[in-house]
């Protein structure tokens, strides 16, 4: 008898599906059809979405802009063509998420145009003026906070493309013409038609920032790459740091709010790196042994008083082998006592005080030549601490965190220098000349007292970042254009890797570490030769409105997470944001889409868009633009 083999599957498609209920096929058949359902109904509805996408155009550049209940003209603007939108959108990806509700902040009143919440001049009044405390950080208490947004003044244009921005800054920018009176003579600023002139006078200076600049450098190597961060203190306008910048050394200049209306205002929109800040009672907010060079032009610190703390502060932001620059009293003070308005008795007194404290920090004098007197910090202590037994103050500091400078109190001890074995040693490493300092691993990093970061992590941060910031050139044009951005900041720096990508761009970034943060990276950043501060974002920035162009937040808002409010931090950005400049952050698409109800209650136009490396990761960025707008044209300042 023949065997007929019979097929497992039934003979006709009538007899299928109770063949497969029977079976455990059932399940899998199940799935394969709703999953190709789904699958053929997402690509229908992609393809909608990118249609009406394609349709949507961003109206910012438009002929007027309504904010506040009235309208004003856009001014003329060197970059004509802004296009903000995002080029790539992760919104089909978002658009199931929970939606958050918006918020509308509106305009602070016009007089809050230049508020800088923790210098403001009124609260100030209430602290004790001696050592000038009151001109210190004094910020405000949460139910003080303002809930508006700041306005520009009437009037208000882009400034200046660098390098004209040097020499060039908009009247209306910063409406103030009381330096072209007070500080006339000396040629720091001049009123031409609708602009300031900055001419780069000093007041010790005169003929100019170039040319005295030319005179240090006939005392000391500005060439060779070996000077690179340099800190001017009591800046005025920063005609000292911004002529600096064509010689390849970055100088964060500071000055307090004062008598001197707008000095630290007029630098930043000449775009030139500065911070509002004093030596008072407590540390200026940077890492031990930051920079190659300090400086101070009349800057009217009284260095001797105090017991020395405010030079003492001096040589514990002073990298070893570092050069202190001063100019103006008391030096040369034979010749221009007259003119100082000070007995000659007097200024001597002064000189032989800072010579006597520069000795016993066992500094030692390099030069002084006509108005201008130079001294150099030890490559390390090994012999100042065998000088202890002779020279017993100040003392060396004990059970001292040298790098912690936030709302820390001056001392009167000496910052003790890393061990060195030889007396050749440079204390902590020594530092490679610029430009190769930059990718150089930082000795910082290389000693492993950097906690968490080894060389391997280090040069991987760079690659990162310079690939996310390619990306960044992608998703938003202007970020790509040469030229459109000059004043940086970034939020939550870490190794510094987001600036050392931009490094060839016409630009500076201010690197902030927040306080918060579990890692103090901001000596590793001073290392690579780039700049920044200490900044804790549950309190405002010692900055004038309109500092920055660009904004950079990395994880900046899971780091504050209920810490302090997000509304706060937000409206502290668009407080510190020009007009039409972009901010990107990067964090969970959970916590971007809070920050993006905020945003759209600031009247910023902002677009999720996916991560560098696909749709896949819950990380995205949100790109965000500050739209055009100012204070009503009927009120004055």
Not at 287 to 305: N, V
């Amino acid at each position: 008898m023949a065997v007929t083999h019979q097929s497992p599957y039934p003979p006709n498609t009538k007899y299928f599906l109770p063949y497969v209920k029977k079976t455990k096929l059932f399940p899998i058949v199940t799935v394969v059809v709703l999953c190709s359902f789904f699958y053929f109904l997402g690509v229908w509805q992609h393809g909608s979405d990118v249609q009406v996408r394609a349709a949507t155009t961003i109206t910012n550049n438009n002929n007027e802009i309504k904010c506040g209940g009235h309208q004003q003209p856009k001014p003329s603007s060197p970059f004509t063509s802004l296009d903000f939108s995002a080029h790539h959108t992760a919104e089909s990806e978002v658009s199931t998420l929970p939606v958050w509700e918006t918020k509308k902040f509106p305009p602070c009143d016009v007089k809050y145009s230049e508020y800088t919440p923790c210098e403001d001049t009124q609260r100030s009044l209430k602290f004790d003026r001696d050592r000038l405390i009151y001109r210190e950080r004094h910020c405000p208490e949460r139910e003080e906070l303002l809930k508006c947004r700041v306005p520009a003044p009437y009037g208000y244009k882009n400034p200046f493309p660098w390098p004209k921005s040097r020499n060039y800054a908009w009247y209306a920018n910063v409406p103030h013409k009381h330096l072209t009176v007070e500080k006339a003579v000396q040629n720091w600023i001049r009123v031409e038609g609708d602009r300031f002139r900055f001419p780069g006078g000093g007041t010790m200076f005169p003929n100019g920032a170039d040319a005295y600049i030319d005179d240090i450098g006939k005392l000391i190597n500005l060439k060779d790459g070996s000077i690179r961060t340099a800190i001017d203190t009591g800046c005025g306008v920063a005609s000292w740091g911004a002529y600096l910048l064509s010689r390849n050394i970055l100088a964060m200049s500071f000055a307090p709010v004062d008598s001197h209306e707008a000095q630290v205002q007029f630098a930043l929109e000449r775009g030139v790196p500065a911070l509002i800040g004093v030596i008072a009672s407590k540390r200026l907010p940077y890492p031990s042994r930051a920079f190659d060079m300090a400086h101070c032009s009349r800057c009217l610190i009284p260095w001797g008083k105090n017991n020395g703390q405010y030079l003492i502060e001096v040589d514990r932001i002073l990298r070893p082998g570092g050069y202190w620059i001063l100019s103006g009293p008391p030096i040369n003070w034979k010749r221009h006592w007259k003119g100082w308005n000070r007995t000659r008795e007097d200024l001597q007194a002064e000189q032989l005080t800072i010579e006597s404290m520069a000795k016993s920090m066992c500094w030692k004098k390099f030069v002084e030549k006509d108005d201008i007197a130079i001294w150099q910090k030890a490559t390390n202590h090994i012999h100042c601490k065998m000088n202890r037994k002779v020279i017993r103050n100040p003392p060396f500091c004990k059970a001292q965190e040298p790098d912690k400078a936030w709302y820390t109190n001056l001392e009167t001890c000496l910052t003790p220098l890393p061990e060195a074995s030889n007396i050749r040693d440079i204390a902590g490493g020594q530092l490679t000349k610029w430009p190769e300092r930059l990718t150089a691993t930082p000795p910082r990093v290389l000693s492993g007292s950097v906690e968490g970061v080894t060389e391997d992590m280090f040069r991987e941060d760079m690659k990162l970042w310079r690939k996310r910031v390619e990306y960044y050139k992608s998703v938003n044009n202007q970020v790509a254009q040469k030229g459109r951005y000059r004043n940086v900041l970034d939020m939550n720096a870490q190794l510094g890797g987001f600036a050392a990508a931009l490094a060839d761009e016409p630009l500076w970034v201010m690197n902030v570490v927040p306080t918060e943060a579990k890692v103090n990276t901001l000596g590793v950043i001073y290392e690579r030769g780039l700049i920044g501060t200490y900044q804790s974002w549950c309190e405002a920035m010692s900055t004038y409105p309109r500092t920055y162009d660009f904004i950079h937040a990395d994880s900046v808002f899971s780091l504050y997470d209920n810490r302090c409010e997000v509304e706060d931090i937000l409206l502290e950005m668009d407080r510190i944001l020009r007009p039409e400049g972009t901010v990107i952050f990067r964090d969970d698409v959970d916590v971007l889409l809070n920050v993006k109800s905020i945003t759209d209650g600031l009247n910023w136009d902002s677009r999720i868009v996916d991560h560098e490396d696909g749709p896949l990761y819950r990380e995205k960025l949100l790109v965000s633009v500050k739209l055009y707008w100012t204070a009503p044209a009927h009120r004055d300042l």
